[in-house]
């Protein structure tokens, strides 16, 4: 059935706000976003939903999360993220995610609908993968199986503090190691694909790990897949975008936390950002108190291309939109802040085509709130993803009915 929201403030995010304005979708899809007024009416069999005074969003994209890979961190059997051995690429993170999970219902109430979901450790993980945040499976939940190989890139400084047990030299020794084996694998990737391509190339065994990296290291550099490259300080975002760019790679950078101080770099080479510090605490004793808060508001004003990540633990993702609120408060425009948790996300992660903003022939997943979609005293209302309508329920909102219920006899007794 089709259905139509209308007299709402619509947020297309793409483009300019529709102060009472519609949207129509089908099927899942988002058939048309317009302005009311004409004697604009919908006839038929169509759902009319009457939002007047309130807002209509695209869901909002956590762009950096193990949703669906961690439940109870304290329950080994919950925490499906990491995999044996240090170079996996073939590892997809979607095939692991448990649809059942807790706490997407837990996300998607506040408007946190999609995510792209990383496996960890090791110097090679794995490759990330864009959920909706509703199906049977994860098939169903999946937008894009394959959003791009992960790389630990690390840590390039030494730790002198009480708690570190290995020398500098150590250290460096082991750094040394790490980087060997990324750039190995790289060669051997390109070494195995060379001579499965070649000529006696039927005789060459199939190997899923270096097979996994055919996207990223395809001959035409347009059709290459994204590499995340997980690093924070800045001689970490150096060294990786240096390594990405011998070796061709379209990259990201997923933590940035020394990203505003790498600006010319990553704007020279178009590397995006996936900024998961806003609330991260300052990390240099010349540090401003809102090092971290303001850092989005930089890579704004310079051009970076970027999103932004809550930088919680997994059963926290709910609050994502709190981190853009904190950016807004501290030098983003609430417009960039709304897209840096929406169509950000989207381009960062290759899915914009998809999800991000209200467009014809994207998929119908946003949601009716009553107020900016960063705010904190903001309320959902509606859900809707693929044009599915959701319940705003979870183990949270289910044990809050309970207790209220018990008070609720308790006053009807006396």
């Known amino acids: 059935m089709p259905v139509a929201i209308t007299n709402a403030k619509v947020h297309v995010v793409s483009g300019p706000v529709i102060e009472s304005g519609f949207v129509l979708f089908d099927k899942g899809k988002i058939v048309e976003v317009g302005a009311m007024g004409g004697g604009r009416v919908f006839t038929g069999t169509t759902r009319v939903i009457d939002a007047k005074g309130k807002r209509v969003f695209p869901g909002m994209i956590s762009p950096f999360t193990q949703l669906g890979l961690a439940e109870i961190a304290t329950v080994r059997a919950s925490r499906d993220f990491n995999e044996t051995g240090d170079l996996t690429p073939e590892v997809y993170a979607a095939v692991a995610v448990n649809p059942d999970s807790w706490l997407f219902p837990v996300a998607r109430v506040n408007g946190v609908l999609a995510s ?3 496996p960890t450790g090791g110097s090679v993980p794995g490759r990330a993968s864009v959920l909706r945040h509703e199906g049977w499976t994860w098939e169903d939940m999946t937008v ?54 070649g000529p006696a190339g039927a005789a060459v065994p199939v190997d899923l790990r270096w097979e996994a990296m055919r996207g990223v290291l395809a001959a035409d550099a347009a059709k290459r897949s994204l590499v995340f490259f997980e690093a924070q300080e800045f001689d970490q975002i150096n060294a990786a975008v240096s390594f990405a760019v011998e070796q061709g790679l379209k990259a990201v950078i997923v933590g940035g936390r020394d990203a505003a101080l790498c600006i010319e770099l990553l704007k020279k080479h178009d590397v995006g950002v996936i900024y998961n510090n806003v609330m991260g605490m300052p990390r240099r004793d010349d540090a401003g108190y809102d090092d971290g808060y303001a850092a989005p508001a930089k890579l704004e004003a310079a051009g970076v291309r970027f999103c932004l ?32 948790v929406t169509l950000g996300a989207a381009q960062v992660l290759g899915v914009s085509d998809l999800l991000g903003s209200l467009e014809a022939g994207k998929e119908a997943t946003l949601f009716v709130c009553d107020g900016e979609a960063i705010d904190v005293t ?32 308790e006053k009807a007794a006396k």
Request: no cysteine; glycine share 4%; aromatic share 8%.
């Open 116 to 118: 792209g979901v990383f």
């Open 144 to 197: 894009r199986r394959d959003a791009g190989l992960i790389v630990s890139w690390p840590s390039m400084r030494t730790v002198t503090a009480w708690w570190m047990d290995k020398s500098e030299d150590d250290q460096r020794k082991d750094r040394e190691k790490a980087i060997d084996r990324i750039r190995e694998a790289f060669r051997l990737a390109r070494a195995y694909i060379a001579e499965k391509d």
């Open 309 to 340: 990540a809550s930088g919680e633990e997994t059963p926290h993702e709910r609050n994502l939109p709190y981190a853009a609120g904190m950016a807004a408060a501290h030098g983003l425009s609430v417009e960039a802040a709304t897209k840096a």
């Open 378 to 409: 903001t309320q959902i209302e509606m859900v809707f993803i693929q044009g599915k309508e959701i319940a705003l329920v979870n183990k949270q909102t289910a044990l809050a009915e309970k207790y209220r219920e018990k008070y609720r006899r």
